[in-house]
C-alpha cells in the first residue's frame, strides 16, 4: 500500500489535546497544519474545485465528530423495493474518505464532505459504546469501522485500533471488525484482543487488485497480513464483494480461494462474505472520468430495484454458486453469507432465507 501522505492538515481545535491528533502530528512532522474553528469553509471551499476529489483528499482534516459515532448499518437494512436480507450489522463512522482509489468505491459519489477525515474525539465513541452496550445488555452486537473509511490504511498514523480493539476484548455483548484493503497490521500484533477483534481483509484476484484497487496493498501482502494476525489469534475474515466478472474470473477467484485456505487455517476464519459489484449511474460516470482504463463501466449492469446496478440475476447467482462452491470445497463450514442481496439470491444459492437476528446469531456465534 502507497502511505497515505497529506499536503496540508487542517486541526479543529476542540480536538486540539486529543490522542489521537497527537499521534498523526508525531507521525507528519512536516506537514504544514492550520488550526481552524470548524470545517464549514472547507466545504465551501472545495465546491469551487473541478475536478474536487484528488485536491480534497491532498487535506487531511482531524475533525471533532458532533453526531453518534454508532449507528446501523445503512447497507444491510432493508430499503425502499430492494428487502435485502440483513446481518444485523452495526458501525462507528472513526473516519470518512480513503486514499487507496479503488476504481468502484461508492464513496467517490456518496461522500458530501470529500476531505480525508479522522474524527479525533475517540473518547466520546468509547463513552458512546459503553453507554450502548450497557443499556442492551442481552443484545449483541456486531460492529464495523469500514463503512466510510477503511478501517486500517491509516491506523500507522493515527493508532486508533489500539484503544479499540483492547476495549473491545473487555466487553461481554459486542465484537468488532477491522475491514481493510490494507497489510497496517502493525498496530494490532501485541495487543490483547480477546478474541473480540475479526480482522478481515476485502479480496479479488491479482488481475483485479493491479488493474481496479490502484493503491491498495498487493493479495500478497494482504494475505501475509492476515497470516499475522490469525498467528495471533485473531479471528480473520475475507471479503470477496465485490465480485467482477471478466473472462478467467472462475480460475483466477478459484485460485484466490484455493491461496486463502493454503494460508489460512480454515479455524482461523470467522467468516466469509460475498457480495456483486453494484453502482448507482452517477458513480459510474465517475468511473469512466476518474479511471477510463477501468474495464468495470463495461459490464453488463442492470438496474436492481433499489436503484443500484448490478450485474443480472443469473450471472450473479451463477457467480455465487461458484463461489460458494470453491469455498465448500475447502471447508464445509466456515461461514459464507452474501452481503446487500435480496431472498431470491439466498434460496437459490443458500437454500435458506435467514431472518436478520438468525444471521446475525449465526454471525456472532462465529466470534464467541
Ligand atoms: S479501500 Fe475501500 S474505502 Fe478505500 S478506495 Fe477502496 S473501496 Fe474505497
Redesign the pocket.
Known amino acids: 500500500m502507497k502511505p497515505y501522505q497529506p499536503e496540508q492538515i487542517f486541526v479543529e481545535r476542540s480536538i486540539e489535546g486529543s490522542p489521537i491528533t497527537k499521534n498523526v502530528l508525531d507521525r507528519l512532522p512536516g506537514v504544514p497544519t492550520r488550526s481552524i474553528d470548524s470545517t464549514e469553509f472547507l466545504l465551501e471551499e472545495s465546491q469551487r474545485w473541478n475536478p474536487t476529489i484528488p485536491r480534497s483528499k491532498q487535506s487531511l482534516i482531524l475533525a471533532h465528530h458532533k453526531g453518534k459515532f454508532f449507528k446501523p448499518c445503512p447497507g444491510s437494512r432493508a430499503k425502499e423495493g430492494l428487502k435485502g436480507v440483513c446481518c444485523n450489522y452495526f458501525v462507528i463512522n472513526y473516519a470518512s ?6 476504481s ?5 459519489s456518496y461522500l458530501n464532505f470529500p476531505y480525508m477525515t479522522i474524527y479525533a474525539n475517540q473518547v466520546d465513541l468509547i463513552t458512546e459504546l459503553k453507554t450502548a452496550f450497557a443499556g442492551s445488555p442481552h443484545d449483541f452486537f456486531r460492529i464495523g469501522t ?1 463503512e ?3 478501517s486500517l ?1 491509516l491506523d500507522w498514523l493515527t493508532g486508533y485500533s489500539t484503544v479499540l480493539v483492547e476495549f473491545f476484548a473487555r466487553q461481554t455483548n459486542a465484537v468488532l471488525e477491522l475491514k ?3 497489510n497496517c497490521v502493525g498496530n494490532l500484533l501485541g495487543l490483547e484482543h480477546g478474541g473480540k477483534t475479526v480482522v478481515s481483509w ?1 479480496m479479488n484476484p491479482r488481475y483485479v487488485q493491479e488493474k481496479e ?1 490502484h ?2 496493498s498487493s493479495i500478497s501482502q494482504r494475505l501475509q497480513a492476515a497470516t499475522e494476525c490469525a498467528e495471533q489469534g485473531y479471528p480473520v475474515g475475507f471479503h470477496l464483494d465485490p465480485l467482477i466478472f471478466y473472462p478467467a474470473w472462475e480460475t483466477d477467484y478459484r485460485d484466490l480461494i484455493e491461496e486463502i485456505f493454503r494460508r489460512i487455517p480454515a479455524s482461523s476464519i470467522a467468516w466469509i462474505s460475498v457480495g456483486s459489484l453494484r453502482m448507482t449511474s452517477s458513480l459510474k460516470d465517475t468511473i469512466r472520468r476518474r479511471f477510463p482504463s477501468s474495464f468495470l463501466p463495461l459490464g453488463e449492469l442492470v438496474p436492481s430495484p433499489d436503484g443500484k446496478m448490478r450485474y443480472f440475476k443469473p450471472l450473479r447467482m451463477g457467480m455465487y454458486r461458484q463461489v460458494l462452491r470453491w469455498i465448500r470445497e475447502k471447508s464445509p463450514t466456515t461461514q459464507v453469507y452474501a452481503c446487500m442481496e435480496g431472498p431470491g439470491v439466498w434460496k437459490e444459492v443458500f437454500q435458506s432465507v435467514p431472518t436478520e437476528a438468525e444471521l446475525g446469531e449465526e454471525l456472532i456465534q462465529c466470534v464467541v
Open positions: 474518505n480513503c486514499h487507496m482509489e479503488c468502484y468505491c461508492y464513496l467517490q469500514g466510510l473509511a477503511d490504511a481493510t484493503k490494507s476485502s484497487e493503491k491498495t
